[in-house]
């Protein structure tokens, strides 16, 4: 992940002041050490789906979180931009469009700016995703650790 643009992305969402913005610590370190954020941002260490049912647009980055927030039908942003640009640092629902993807801050930016218009247009695509990933019988856990 890149410090410096997840920063970036983070100072974006301070422009939003009138938001209620809730940030969750990763949970193997629940610290916030990588980033310094906006005093007016909430910091939480309430378990993760909790806060995905509170939420209206979850923003998450490589983790089962994504799946949560996609099987509780919130609208979810991709910030693919953090990432290398290396094709194998593409994640499975960005793959299968099964949410919004932002490739770049700009894009990011566009996408909070216009929150009230996004949708969760992606059934068909959510579908597949949890098919092929979740319910799908003929996956074994070691398969899908190596997809993941």
Do not use: G, W
């Amino acid at each position: 992940m890149n410090v410096d643009k997840y920063q970036k992305m983070t100072d974006i969402l301070s422009k939003f002041k009138s938001l209620n913005i809730v940030f969750k610590p990763p949970t193997r370190t629940n610290k916030v050490k990588f980033i310094k954020l906006p005093k007016f941002i909430k910091i939480s260490r309430e378990h993760t789906l909790k806060l995905i049912e509170a939420s209206n647009i979850v923003v998450a980055n490589n983790t089962s979180v994504i799946f949560d927030a996609i099987f509780k039908n919130k609208i979810y942003i991709s910030p693919r931009f953090i990432r290398p640009k290396n094709k194998k640092y593409d994640l499975i629902h960005e793959n299968i469009k099964s949410c919004y993807v932002a490739n770049s801050l700009n894009e990011f930016e566009k996408l909070i700016r216009k929150r009230q218009l996004l949708t969760n247009s992606f059934s068909t695509e959510k579908a597949k995703l949890f098919k092929k990933y979740v319910h799908n019988k003929s996956s074994t856990i070691k398969k899908l650790k190596d997809i993941f």
